[in-house]
Structures are given as C-alpha cells and as structure tokens.
C-alpha cells in the first residue's frame, strides 16, 4: 500500500500552464482507468476536479484536464489563475484499497 | 444539497478509544460506497477505509487493520469509524467522504473533518 508519487511542488504565472504528474505501478493506476485529481485549500476539505482519469465533475472549469499513459497520471491547469494555487493530490483505485499521492503544492506566481 | 457531517473528534491518550460519527444528507446514502479519510496537520490525504451500501464489503489500509472498525446505519444516514488501540501516529483530521453505488466510484463528497488528537 504505498503512496503514490508526485513532486511536492509545482509553480507557473497568471495565464500559463502547468503540469502535475503522480507515478504508481500496474497495480493501481496502470491497472484502472479510475484516477482522480483534488483540490485543497489551506483549512478546507478537499474538492474533486477530475475523475476516471480525464472526466471533470460538473462545475470544475475546463481548464483542468487530466491523462494516464501507463503507470503515470497527469493533471493539467490551463490559463493559470490565483485560486488555482493550493495543494493538489491524485488518487487511485487500487483493488480493495485506495491509495493517495503525497501532494503537490502549486504556487501561482 | 449534499451535507456530509462528521462528529466525535477530540483528544484521547495512547491506548484509548474513540468513536467518529459522519451525518449525511442530501443524497442516497444508503446506495453509496462511503470512506474515511485522514490528514495529519499539515501532510498529504490517506486512505482510512470504506464499505459498500450494506456494509457487507469492508476495506482497511494495513495501517488500521485490526484496530479500527467502519460502519453504517443506513436508517440513520449515519457512517461510523470505532477506533481502538489508538496510537500517536493516529492524530490527524478525519474526513468522511461519499463515493457512489460503484467499488471505484469517485470520492466526490467530503465531510470537513473532525480533528483527533492521540497524546499523553
């Protein structure tokens, strides 16, 4: 039941883009088209923003997008903007369980 | 709307028991996978455990197995997580959260948490 993996920071300006990987195995994300992507702000509960990989729930803007290719999952933001800086953290099936990354701090320069 | 309500919280010394209580509403509870969640201050999401509508499906990370319970009682609306042998590395926020009437439904609602404190 390890973590999955991601960098613990990721940073862009007002307008760009940027990417945010999260690594597992053939057990959970190479095995499952069932990634999801959250969103957390300091204090607050975590918000889902993309689900089965590249599905966005309704009311999360089209500017995140995600994508798996093998073992690694990506979330993408598009056209960068100041509430998008928070913590972000990727989830996968796993089977029985379910396993989190460890997070990534995106800072919106 | 969709509330999701946890209760229970609080500070217990290693060894102790504490029950977490999560009150939902404003969806079919009684037809979705729920979980727990949990966050030390300041770290990253993990994975408690879940069950199924009827709670006859139950999960644990190897971290809980053993010492922590989950349950349901779909006629209250009410998710539970009983927890024993409670250790300092359990201090963390509990989040209950709602996935759906699938295994890997998407976590897509969330409680705000209820703060547990293991010390001495």
């Known amino acids: 039941q390890s973590a999955l993996t991601q960098p613990p920071s990721a940073s862009g300006s007002p307008g760009q883009s940027v990417t945010i990987s999260c690594t597992g195995t053939s057990s959970d994300i190479g095995g499952y088209n069932y990634v999801s992507w959250f969103q957390q702000h300091p204090g607050k509960a975590p918000k889902l923003m993309i689900y089965?990989?590249?599905k966005r729930p309704s009311g999360v803007p089209d500017r995140f997008s995600g994508s798996k290719s093998g073992n690694t999952a990506s979330l993408t933001v598009s056209g960068l903007q100041a509430e998008d800086e928070a913590d972000y953290y990727c989830s996968s099936y796993a089977g029985s369980n379910v396993l989190f990354g460890g997070g990534t701090k995106l800072t919106v320069l | 709307d969709v509330q999701l309500t946890e209760s229970g919280g609080g500070l217990v010394q290693p060894g102790g028991s504490l029950t977490l209580s999560c009150a939902a509403s404003g969806f079919a509870f009684s037809t979705y996978w729920m979980h727990w969640v949990r966050q030390t201050p300041g770290k990253g999401l993990v994975w408690v455990s879940r069950l199924n509508s009827d709670g006859s499906r139950i999960y644990y990370a190897d971290s809980v197995k053993g010492r922590f319970i989950i349950s349901r009682d779909n006629a209250k609306n009410t998710l539970y997580l009983q927890m024993d042998s409670l250790k300092m590395e359990d201090t963390a926020v509990y989040y209950c959260?709602?996935?759906?009437?699938?295994?890997?439904?998407?976590?897509?609602?969330w409680g705000q948490g209820t703060l547990v404190t293991v010390s001495s």
């Open positions: 089965e990989v590249n």
């Open positions: 959260a709602g996935g759906g009437p699938y295994s890997a439904s998407p976590l897509e609602n």
